[in-house]
């Protein structure tokens, strides 16, 4: 497969508005549109063409068809001018590569683009803390994180530095200062980049990903000296993100850190991307949590835990939001179905008892 093919192959997953392009020997070219998987009617990939196409993404030189070793998986952005930028993942599967591409678009979409509540606009605004964006793998975690990023670029005299495996949406021109930079290729890792982001005189941290003990701890200490750090995590809710945090630390120290996190936190947002009952696309679902007196008690205690989401619920005036209060409105909008939304419910019999039935609960 040549170079043509292969960007063809792309502008056509970008032309019908796919979210990610798999590329794996024995299928046909395979496209995720609106969430669902589906299959160009073209021939099916042989190891030969996958092999192509890794080189191609991987910047291997040499003729078609020409041997290298390919890594057991790497990550890497790749670009196609006046088409799209790509995350991608390159990885070998039964000896031969296959390749998963997430579409990242070259302009970065604004919170009404993404139709997210207005009070993770209000969260942007915040200027030292740490904020954690949350949710499964393709939930839009890093569409946010940029709309919040560009918000800041655009409003204030910042130093913005980002800490990305790989770098996905660039950032143009503004009024603050931004420096990108991708480990493996400007940096060894995570956790070098932000000790050495400490001393770039730094006012926004970004961190793609909350991966470990080490970096979760350099981030704890960077909102602790007025720094804003923004990172993300795959965890499915606002609750459990609290306990991913604090379970990367050894059990002696969990306790610290709970306290370290009710007086740093700013927000968590954690997403869910959703079919429009209308077809046109995907809707996120979005709990919002914010570090009211009662939510920094019960961070602090573990005891309390399982009053956090109640707690949330009881947050309106402040901002919060659980998920099943949020898809209670998108339902009311109907911009969603009673089924899509009971199926995605935290509590569905509780859902379905308030919001579509339509009796009255507490919160």
Same mark, same amino acid.
Do not use: K, W
């Given at each position: 497969m040549n170079r043509d093919a292969f960007q063809n192959l792309l502008a056509l997953g970008v032309r019908k508005g796919a979210s990610d392009i798999h590329f794996e020997a024995g299928y046909p070219?395979?496209?995720?549109?609106?969430?669902?998987?589906?299959?160009?009617?073209l021939d099916r990939l042989t190891a030969e063409d996958t092999r192509a196409l890794a080189a191609m993404v991987l910047g291997i030189p040499g003729e078609p068809g020409t041997p290298f070793d390919l890594p057991h998986e790497v990550d890497r952005s790749f670009s196609v001018d006046g088409?799209?930028?790509f995350r991608v993942n390159v990885f070998r599967q039964r000896g031969s590569p296959g390749l998963v591409m997430r579409v990242i678009p070259f302009e970065v979409r604004d919170f009404q683009q993404l139709n997210l509540p207005p009070v993770v606009q209000a969260i942007a605004q915040a200027r030292q803390g740490l904020v954690l964006v949350t949710g499964a793998t393709g939930t839009g975690k890093s569409s946010?994180?940029?709309a919040m990023l560009q918000q800041i670029?655009?409003?204030?005299?910042?130093h913005i530095v980002t800490i990305e495996d790989p770098i996905e949406f660039i950032f143009g021109e503004g009024k603050s200062v931004v420096i990108q930079r991708e480990v493996g290729a400007?940096?060894?890792?995570?956790?070098?980049?932000?000790?050495a982001a400490l001393r770039q005189d730094p006012d926004v941290i970004m961190v793609g990903e909350l991966r470990d003990r080490e970096t979760a701890e350099i981030c704890l200490k960077a909102a602790e000296t007025g720094h804003l750090v923004v990172t993300s995590i795959h965890t499915p809710?606002?609750?459990?993100?609290? !306990? /991913? =945090?604090?379970?990367?630390?050894p059990a002696d120290e969990q306790a610290s850190v709970r !306290? /370290? =996190?009710a007086d740093n936190l700013r927000a968590i947002v954690s997403q869910r991307l959703l079919p429009r009952q209308d077809g046109a696309g995907l809707v996120p679902a979005v709990e919002v949590l914010l570090p009211t007196l009662s939510i920094q008690e019960a961070i602090r205690d573990p005891s309390r835990t399982g009053q956090m989401r109640k707690l949330i619920e009881q947050g309106r005036a402040h901002g919060m939001q659980s998920f099943d209060q949020h898809l209670g409105e998108l339902l009311r909008a109907q911009l969603i179905s009673p089924e899509v939304a009971k199926a995605h419910a935290s509590s569905p019999e509780d859902f379905e008892r308030t919001a579509i039935l339509g009796v009255e609960g507490q919160g």
């Open positions: 070219p395979v496209y995720r549109i609106h969430g669902e998987l589906l299959s160009a009617r088409l799209s930028r946010t994180i940029a670029n655009a409003a204030d005299r910042v400007d940096t060894e890792d995570f956790q070098s980049a932000i000790r809710d606002a609750v459990r993100s609290v !306990g /991913r =945090l604090v379970g990367m630390f !306290g /370290r =996190l």
